[in-house]
T-cell receptor, first 109, second 116 residues
Framework: KQEVTQIPAALSVPEGENLVLNCSFT??????LQWFRQDPGKGLTSLLL?????REQTSGRLNASLDKSSGRSTLYIAASQPGDSATYLC????????FGKGTKLTVNP | DTAVSQTPKYLVTQMGNDKSIKCEQN?????MYWYKQDSKKFLKIMFS???????INETVPNRFSPKSPDKAHLNLHINSLELGDSAVYFC???????????????FGSGTQLSVL
């Protein structure tokens, strides 16, 4: 049974810092891994999708990496801004899509 | 031009009532889903439909019945609501799941259900 863990559960940083969010999963037989952003009272927005054959994906200030063999992914956010404050969820697609609990990020001005 | 829209956004009701949540997507996707996010923020799949056919049905009480009149709509009907049903319910859609490596989910904004 696939289990997805995200550490830390919450993170508070000053504006401008570079930061890394971590995601680990127990079963390396995956099709893909997605990072989502969830804002309070809103749905999830897909940020990046990494296929199992890929090592990383980049979109603007976001870079996601995937190490399937070790069951890990990281989401790197460069030059963080207050608008980046949200909960970031990692989801792994094997038989079905399994979500982590998320990391709540607060970027302070 | 909302991609995945669900209504209502908030739903407050008494125990024992029957309620429905509607979902529509205008992305032309073949697959739609219902997810439940509980108070601990865990997001779990409930149902998945592909082109109006049920393909995933997790261990969900049969008081929950999804209905897909066409591939752009997936409604969730809940009978005899219980306190434990209180959660946020998210609808989502994606392209054909057979291409799992390219499966990107698009979510609605959620329906917060409160059962009193």
């Amino acid at each position: 049974k696939q289990e997805v863990t995200q550490i830390p559960a919450a993170l508070s940083v000053p504006e401008g810092e570079n930061l890394v969010l971590n995601c680990s999963f127990t079963d390396s037989a995956i099709y893909n891994l997605q990072w989502f952003r969830q804002d309070p009272g809103k749905g999830l927005t897909s940020l990046l999708l990494i296929q199992s054959s890929q090592r990383e994906q980049t979109s603007g200030r976001l870079n996601a990496s995937l190490d399937k063999s070790s069951g890990r992914s990281t989401l790197y956010i460069a030059a963080s801004q207050p608008g980046d404050s949200a909960t970031y969820l990692c989801a792994v697609r094997s038989e079905k899509l399994v979500f982590g609990k998320g990391t709540k990020l607060t970027v302070n001005p | 031009d909302t991609a995945v829209s669900q209504t209502p956004k908030y739903l407050v009701t008494q125990m024992g009532n029957d309620k429905s949540i509607k979902c529509e997507q205008n992305l032309g996707h073949d697959t739609m889903y219902w997810y439940k996010q509980d108070s601990k923020k865990f997001l779990k799949i409930m149902f998945s439909y592909n082109n109006k056919e049920l393909i995933i049905n997790e261990t969900v009480p049969n008081r929950f019945s999804p209905k897909s009149p066409d591939k752009a709509h997936l409604n969730l009907h809940i009978n005899s609501l219980e306190l434990g049903d209180s959660a946020v319910y998210f609808c989502a859609s994606s392209p054909w799941p057979g291409q799992a490596t390219n499966e990107k989910l698009f979510f609605g904004s959620g329906t917060q259900l409160s059962v009193l």
